[in-house]
């Protein structure tokens, strides 16, 4: 299976909105029930903000949310703060214990 | 608190050998599949594969299977990546990862492997 589709990079001042698309193949369409999202700050591990498209871990600000249609799932995230600047990962699961990866998105915080 | 901690950064030669390794705290280690995820410097996450400590169950990507070993030790709650022979393409940042239903809840620190002659 081919890897996700995202933008490379996104931006958006302080306090705006943005989104981040992630895009499949119609092979995936079945699979995006359980997509996930991950964070990923300069020299750090990834950190999971979304999960099964919409739900969000305990901790994590209400200002991150996920969405799905169809083939595709966004992240969007509200009330853009410096700290939110970072790599952004779709991940798609597989099944048979498997996961598939977006490209990843650099978000820049004007 | 579940905890993935990552042995260090290792340096190797072309065609030598490496062993990392993943130790899990905080949960039942033998019950949770972990995942290992490749990301070359300034790219993406790749996903290598995953095993299942209870009874080493491995299932690994068709891009890597092959090229690497995963395994793992209960005693010892910690996951094993190996390389017999590395390459120069190998070098990147290796991070595991438990797989909780559908996602990846928790990661660890991330292993540098430079392969340099």
């Known amino acids: 299976q081919s890897a996700l589709t995202q933008p490379a990079s996104v931006s958006g001042s302080l306090g705006q909105s943005i989104t981040i698309s992630c895009t499949g193949s119609s092979n995936d369409a079945g699979s995006y029930k359980f997509v996930s999202w991950y964070q990923q700050l300069p020299g750090k591990a990834p950190k999971l ?5 919409t739900k969000r871990p305990s901790g994590v600000s209400d200002r991150f949310s996920g969405s799905r249609s169809g083939t595709s799932a966004s992240l969007i995230i509200s009330g853009l703060q410096a700290e939110d600047e970072a790599n952004y990962h779709c991940c798609s699961y597989a099944g048979t214990h498997s996961v598939i990866f977006g490209g990843g998105t650099r978000l820049t915080v004007l | 608190e579940v905890q993935l ?11 030598e050998s490496v062993k990392i390794s993943c130790e899990g705290s905080g949960y039942t280690f033998r019950n949770f599949w972990i995942g290992w995820v490749r990301q070359v410097p300034g790219k993406g996450l790749e996903w290598m594969g995953i095993i299942y400590p209870g009874d080493s169950d491995t299932k690994y990507s068709p891009s890597f299977e092959g090229q690497v070993t995963m395994s793992a030790d209960t005693s010892s709650n910690t996951a094993y990546l190996q390389w017999q022979s590395l390459k120069t393409s190998d070098t990147a940042m290796y991070f595991c990862a438990r797989l909780y239903g559908s996602q ?7 292993t540098l492997v430079t392969v340099s002659s």
Request: without cysteine.
């Open chain 2, 5 to 15: 901690v990552q042995s260090g950064a290792e340096m190797k030669k072309p065609g």
């Open chain 2, 104 to 110: 990846l809840d928790s990661w660890g620190q991330g």
């Open chain 1, 49 to 53: 903000i979304i999960y099964e498209s």
